[in-house]
């Protein structure tokens, strides 16, 4: 045990406790006993540098389980299945001696550009919120620490340590925060990360707002603030701002700068103390893993990891081919030969780039699983293209992997094209400029397609891609994402029949970049990316445009059929008493097909007469339900108070207006057969008017509006539909000003302090 207080230290050491040893380490002092304990990165598996000082992935890791990326894993919609992996990556840690774990990432997908979003959950906060915490709570079952990131509006690569995201705190409340909010108050994370950019106009790590008022103060956190790697710019400022630990420390000049401001009075020792006792409460957490002496059940892992992918996949599209109108294209007919075209097949993409890399135990590749799972004797490859990380640009050779992919297709019974984005297309540190796959992948969908009809496309991506128009017409579509080092298997699992297609989409595929509000502003110039597109992110902006998108937010099928019946809505409490407004959403699942299956089922809410833009609908409730054929089960799903409520900045609250909402419930944001509604009762939020209010507002406010209408004459224009329509965006303090309106200032001072007694 810790057995130190902060009083038993100098300034200097609380000044090197704060800032860290090196790379991947907390500071030890020896004469107090006080060890140093390490960090490791891990959103999607252990990236631990024992011996190493490099954060960007070029130096050699310890082997550990490479489990899908977050991006995949949100698409299982299944918080058990995450915290699985959470217990896992948390004792391949506890082998390595590593005492906190840098993820999961929560930042929304803000557009599809990002270069980390492979890392990241989901373009939706409920969904990354509960996801991430189910994450936490695996790891942190096993005493590891959590590192929750990037806190916060780290929703870009190019300029990230410099650009300042230009965001109103309702878009804040609604989309950027609830996700870490969820897991700080449901998990209590060990740390959170600061991100590297700008905050309206504030670094990220001396955000006293964010990091203290709304952190701490609101959500209660009682763990360290840890920074990005190299987001410090001024140590004692960060101190002020409620950052605790800076990583990896600026030894040159970060210490000594704290000794300075103490010393000096700019910065109030207390503050320091404050982050050194966070310190020693973490090494304390921590400590225990340095005396372990245990061995991670690898083997076990990746079979985790295989089902953790195959849950993950989702099927687009899975038409039936053939004059008969038979059965669908998947899974794989028990007999016939199979063309595996595609260089991933063989060279395969499981992982994004960057400081999440981990050194895989083993990898799988989907040519030697169908090969093992069908007969080798069944399986035709060709390459079809080439990968540019790893060639030059040959023509020539390009038309002959084309020509070789195409006789394949035609001579075989089923073929199986494996596309998606090559690693260069896709990392930390910039990101993308455009949706599409590359050229040649696109040209050689083109030529297959005029082999066969009977086609299956499986894409491996850490983000969306563009579908249309190569994708049309093709019967049967996969999203596999990055699935990780059993990928392979797990895909060849998901064709074969062996495993259910149990993943829905967690990001909306849009048809084109230009459909995305974002895309306007982003990645933002001069050191400035504007937020002009509010709270309308992802679905939100989608189903708000009514456009068409190639598969919708939660879009997923099964190889069997599902059936949502009897849908039921019962409310209870009251808006801003005890116990708060909430609902109860029960609804019946049936399995109506001749296998077993999942079915995600899915509940968004909408104000149906908001006085604020809001989106039409959003989610607030999921559950993932397995069932054998013929069986069903009644789901139930809970609604609490800020399941209804927006945040509003008049108030500075979560707020619930009166009206109707609608209880949708269904398979996707686009797919939702049952609706339901519900008349809520809530106190008025409209403020009573004062001088500044416009008379369109004086005339809505009941009150305003009684007071007003007992001084006006009976013929006085301010009673006239049409001058209202007019002139109702006058303030009334402008009006009053006009003398032929018959209210001067002084009437206005009189009406106002009638209202407001």
Request: aromatic share 6%; proline share 6%.
């Amino acid at each position: 045990m810790v057995d130190v207080s902060v009083a038993d230290l100098t300034l200097d050491e609380k000044a090197a406790l704060v800032s860290g040893a090196d790379m991947w380490h907390t500071v030890g002092i020896d004469r107090l006993g006080i060890p140093s304990i390490m960090c490791a990165d891990g959103p999607h598996g252990l990236r631990a540098q024992l011996d190493g000082h490099d954060h960007g992935g070029l130096l050699g890791s310890v082997p550990a389980t490479c489990f899908p990326t977050a991006s995949a894993l949100a698409s299982s919609w299944d918080p058990d299945l995450l915290h699985e992996v959470g217990v896992a990556i948390a004792d391949e840690a506890r082998q390595w001696g590593v005492s906190v774990v840098l993820g999961p990432g929560v930042n929304i997908k803000r557009s599809p550009l990002c270069g980390r979003n492979f890392e990241y959950v989901s373009e939706d906060p409920y969904l990354a919120g509960e996801l991430g915490l189910a994450l936490v709570r695996g790891l942190q079952s096993r005493g590891v620490g959590a590192s929750v990131k990037h806190y916060a509006v780290n929703n870009q690569e190019d300029d990230r340590l410099r650009v300042s995201a230009e965001v109103d705190e309702r878009t804040l409340r609604e989309i950027y925060l609830p996700a870490f909010e969820r897991i700080v108050t449901g998990g209590r994370p060990w740390t959170v990360m600061c991100a590297y950019n700008r905050v309206n106009g504030t670094y990220a790590s001396e955000h006293h707002w964010l990091l203290t008022e709304v952190l701490r103060d609101e959500w209660g956190f009682d763990g360290v603030v840890v920074s990005d790697w190299g987001a410090v710019h001024d140590r004692p400022a960060a101190l002020e701002g409620g950052l605790d630990w800076e990583m990896p420390p600026d030894l040159q000049r970060s210490p000594a700068a704290v000794v300075a401001a103490v010393r000096d009075g700019s910065l109030d020792e207390s503050v320091l103390d404050r982050s050194v006792a966070r310190m020693l409460a973490l090494v304390e957490r921590g400590r225990h893993v340095l005396d372990l002496d245990e061995t991670a059940e690898t083997a076990a892992h990746h079979e985790l990891a295989r089902r953790a992918a195959a849950d993950s996949v989702v099927l687009l599209r899975n038409d039936a081919v053939g004059p008969d109108e038979g059965a669908p294209l998947l899974p794989l007919p028990a007999s016939g030969t199979v063309a595996v075209i595609g260089e991933f097949a063989r060279t395969p993409r499981f992982q994004g780039a960057g400081s999440s890399q981990v050194n895989p135990i083993r990898v799988d590749t989907v040519l030697d699983e169908l090969a093992s799972t069908l007969g080798a004797d069944r399986v035709r490859f060709a390459a079809g293209y080439r990968l540019p990380d790893r060639h030059g640009d040959d023509p020539a050779r390009d038309g002959e992997l084309t020509a070789e992919a195409v006789a394949a297709a035609a001579a075989a019974d089923t073929t199986v094209l494996m596309l998606g984005l090559p690693a260069s297309y896709e990392s930390e540190g910039y990101d993308r400029t455009h949706m599409d796959l590359p050229a040649n992948q696109l040209a050689l969908v083109e030529e297959v397609r005029t082999a066969t009809d009977r086609l299956v496309v499986a894409l491996v991506n850490g983000s969306t891609v563009t579908m249309q128009p190569w994708s049309d017409g093709i019967p049967a579509l996969l999203e596999c994402w990055l699935g990780g080092q059993a990928a392979g298997g797990a895909i060849a699992d998901v064709l074969t029949g062996a495993a259910e297609p149990a993943g829905r989409l967690a990001e909306t595929m849009p048809v084109r970049l230009t459909d995305i509000p974002s895309t306007i502003n982003f990645p933002g110039e001069q050191g400035v990316v504007r937020y002009g597109e509010g709270v309308f992110v992802g679905y939100r902006a989608h189903d708000r445009l009514d456009q068409p998108v190639s598969f919708a937010f939660g879009h997923g099928l099964s190889y069997t059929t599902f059936e949502l019946s009897d849908l039921a809505v019962t409310t209870s409490g009251d808006v801003d008493a005890t116990p708060p407004l909430g609902a109860e959403v029960t609804v019946t699942v049936r399995n109506t097909g001749d296998r077993r299956g999942a079915h995600v089922v899915q509940c968004y809410v909408g104000d149906d007469e908001a006085t604020v833009a809001r989106p039409p609908r959003e989610l607030k409730a999921f559950a993932k339900v397995w069932l054998d054929p013929g069986a069903a089960e009644r789901v139930t799903l809970t609604l609490d108070q800020r399941a209804f409520s927006f945040w509003s900045t008049t108030h500075g609250r979560w707020a619930v207006e009166a009206g109707t909402f609608t209880i949708a419930v269904g398979s996707s944001s686009r797919d939702l057969p049952l609706t339901g509604r519900v008349t809520v009762d809530a106190p008025s939020l409209q403020p009573r008017p004062d001088r500044m209010s416009t008379l369109q507002e004086w005339v809505d406010h009941p009150e305003s509006w009684a007071v007003l209408d007992g001084f006006l004459p009976e013929r006085h224009l301010m009673r006239s539909a049409t001058f209202v329509r007019f002139l109702g965006s006058f303030p009334m303090d402008t009006l009053a000003g006009f003398s032929s309106f018959g209210l001067d200032h002084t009437d206005l001072d009189a009406l106002v302090a009638e209202l407001h007694r």
